[in-house]
């Protein structure tokens, strides 16, 4: 069992940046892909950025060039680099551990860009 807890969230300007955390419990952390996912108000969850256990990187066109998704092995934690925010960027952000089993998801952080 894997437990993600998110951090970072909070309300900032267009143009601004935050940058979102998401520790993970466990020892399974470093062999394991991990991603961002984001859902706005009457919208489904989309996925935003990937990466590999070997730091390969996808984003969704939306976020290429804005975005970065990075990870620390050592000390079990993805982040999500965001700068040049939109309005368009509001949406609640979860983090996930991908298993083909089913995935892991933490319980979500707040991200509110006012125009």
């Known amino acids: 069992q894997v437990q993600l807890v998110e951090s970072g969230g909070g309300l900032v300007q267009a143009g601004g940046s935050l940058r979102l955390s998401c520790v993970a419990s466990?020892?399974?952390?470093?062999?394991?892909?991990m991603a961002w996912y984001r859902q706005a108000p009457g919208k489904q969850r989309e996925l935003v950025a990937t990466?590999?256990?070997?730091?390969?990187?996808n984003y969704a066109d939306s976020v290429k060039g804005r975005f970065t998704i990075s990870r620390d092995n050592p000390k079990n934690t993805v982040y999500l680099q965001m700068n040049s925010l939109k309005p368009e960027d509001t949406a609640v952000y979860y983090c996930?551990?991908?298993?083909?089993?089913?995935?892991?998801w933490g319980q979500g952080t707040q991200v509110t860009v006012s125009s």
């Open positions: 466990g020892n399974i952390f470093s062999v394991i892909p």
């Open positions: 996930a551990a991908l298993r083909r089993a089913g995935n892991y």
């Open positions: 990466i590999s256990p070997g730091a390969s990187t």
